[in-house]
C-alpha cells in the first residue's frame, strides 16, 4: 500500500521474551521515528533514521531496546528480555528528509500494541 | 530544553458547536513548525493542519483553524461545526531543527468527544 506499514498489529508476549516489531515507511521517504505510547500518554521519541547517516539512539529507554533500518527502507525494533513496563503502542512515522520536499508533516503507521504479561 | 503543553486532557463539544483546544510550548529557537495531529480510536495520527513560525497569519484547514500567537508560545486549535467524526484524540507537536535532525516534541494529547 502507499502508507506506513506496521506489523504486527498486536503482539502478546511473556516477560523475558523478545520481540521484533517491523515498519515498512512510504516509498521515497528518507526519514523513519520510532515512537512509544504509553496509555493516557504523549508520544516518546526512541530513535530516528534520516538516510545513511548515524542515527539518532537519544530516546531508546534502555540498552534493551535497539533498532535498524536496512537498505534505507524496512526498520525493525527490537525488545530484548521483555518487562511489563515496555507494554504500549509502538508507533513508526516516515517523512521526507531535510530539503525543499519536507512540508515537516509525518505519516504514521498504525502501530504496533505489545502487551507483555 | 523543548517542552509542549496541553493542559486539557477531556473536553466534550455537542455537534455543531466550537471548540477550542490549548497548546503551549517552550522553545529557544526561531524556526520551527507547529502541527496538530488526530488520532482516532483506529489509532493511525492524521495531521490535521500545521504552522510555520516564520508566517504570521494563522493556517485554515476547512473547520481546522489556529490560533498561534508566537510571542506568548500558544498554539491553539479551533475546531468549528464540530462532527461526530471529530472524537478523537488531538495531539499538539513542534519540530525544530538541530544538528542535522529534525525533532518533533509532542504533547500529551486531549480527548475530545463530540456529542450527538
Known amino acids: 500500500g502507499a502508507g506506513v506499514s506496521q506489523s504486527p498489529s498486536n503482539k502478546v508476549t511473556e516477560k523475558g521474551k523478545d520481540v521484533e516489531l517491523r515498519c515498512d515507511p512510504i516509498s521515497g521517504h528518507t526519514a523513519l521515528y520510532w515512537y512509544r505510547q504509553s496509555l493516557g500518554q504523549g508520544l516518546e521519541f526512541l530513535i530516528y533514521?534520516?538516510?545513511?547517516?548515524?542515527?539518532?539512539k537519544s530516546g531508546l529507554p534502555s540498552d534493551r531496546f535497539s533498532a535498524e533500518r536496512t537498505g534505507g527502507s524496512v526498520s525493525t525494533l527490537t525488545i530484548q528480555r521483555t518487562q511489563q513496563e515496555d507494554s504500549a503502542v509502538y508507533l513508526c512515522?516516515?517523512?521526507f528528509g531535510a530539503g525543499a520536499t519536507n512540508t515537516g508533516e509525518l505519516f504514521f503507521g498504525e502501530g504496533s500494541r505489545l502487551t507483555v504479561l | 530544553a523543548q517542552t509542549v503543553t496541553q493542559s486539557q486532557p477531556e473536553m466534550s463539544v455537542q455537534e455543531a458547536e466550537t471548540v477550542t483546544l490549548s497548546c503551549t510550548y517552550d522553545t529557544s529557537e526561531n524556526n520551527y513548525y507547529l502541527f496538530w495531529y488526530k488520532q482516532p480510536p483506529s489509532r493511525q495520527m492524521i495531521l490535521v493542519i500545521r504552522q510555520e513560525a516564520y508566517k504570521q497569519q494563522n493556517a485554515t484547514e476547512n473547520r481546522f483553524s489556529v490560533n498561534f500567537q508566537k510571542a506568548a508560545k500558544s498554539f491553539s486549535l479551533k475546531i468549528s461545526d464540530s462532527q461526530l467524526g471529530d472524537t478523537a484524540m488531538y495531539f499538539c507537536a513542534f519540530r525544530f531543527y538541530p544538528s542535522g535532525t529534525y525533532k518533533y516534541i509532542f504533547g500529551t494529547g486531549t480527548r475530545l468527544k463530540v456529542l450527538a
Open positions: 512515522a516516515s517523512s
Open positions: 533514521f534520516q538516510g545513511n547517516s548515524a542515527p539518532d
